[in-house]
């Protein structure tokens, strides 16, 4: 069984008993991290998550945080005289996987999928379309003309 998860803006494909490093997290040599950010779980029957697979997570245990061999960057420009030295270490996180599957903390969320989607409406801000926020003021029954700003639509959605 594999799974492919998401963590610190990349992503990797890791099955059981793998070492990896990681970009650097917030955690003590010993203790273990869950990554709730899984997008694929292969094995006998594949699952593709819309991003992520609802209720599955891949556990780890940090083994060592350290930092990369050194990376030298120099840059100069010929006959101007321009010459820079830079050297870079980048910080990581030795895991290991230990355990591929369900999350505990999902449980409370399947109790009651449907009671959530009926209240939660779409919140009304300054980064929709105007037509997305006409809609939402329709589906409220808030009537505002077509020629309206976005402020204005805000506004009358905000004061209801």
């Given amino acids: ?6 963590t610190g803006g990349k992503q990797y494909r890791v099955q059981m008993n793998d070492e990896l490093k990681i970009e650097k997290i917030d955690a003590n040599v010993g203790d273990v991290v869950t990554f709730d950010e899984v ?4 094995g006998d029957k594949l699952v593709v998550g819309t991003p992520y697979v609802e209720g599955c997570a891949v556990q780890a245990e940090v083994l060592e945080q350290g930092k990369n061999d050194k990376v ?6 010929a006959k101007k005289d321009y010459r820079r030295k ?4 980048q910080p ?11 999350s505990k903390a999902p449980a409370k969320k399947a109790a009651a999928p449907a ?10 801000n300054m980064n929709m379309k105007k037509d997305e926020l006409l809609a939402i003021a329709a589906d409220m029954g808030i009537e505002v003309s077509s020629k309206a700003t976005k402020a204005d639509i805000l506004a009358a959605i905000e004061a209801k």
Wanted: proline residues 2%.
């Fill in 115 to 124: 009671a959530e989607a009926a209240v939660e409406a779409p919140k009304a």
């Fill in 86 to 89: 830079n050297g870079h270490r």
């Fill in 1 to 6: 069984m594999y799974a492919i998860i998401k």
């Fill in 72 to 77: 030298i960057i120099y840059k100069y420009k």
């Fill in 39 to 42: 997008l694929v779980v292969g």
């Fill in 92 to 102: 990581y996180t030795l895991v290991k996987i230990t355990g591929i599957g369900e």
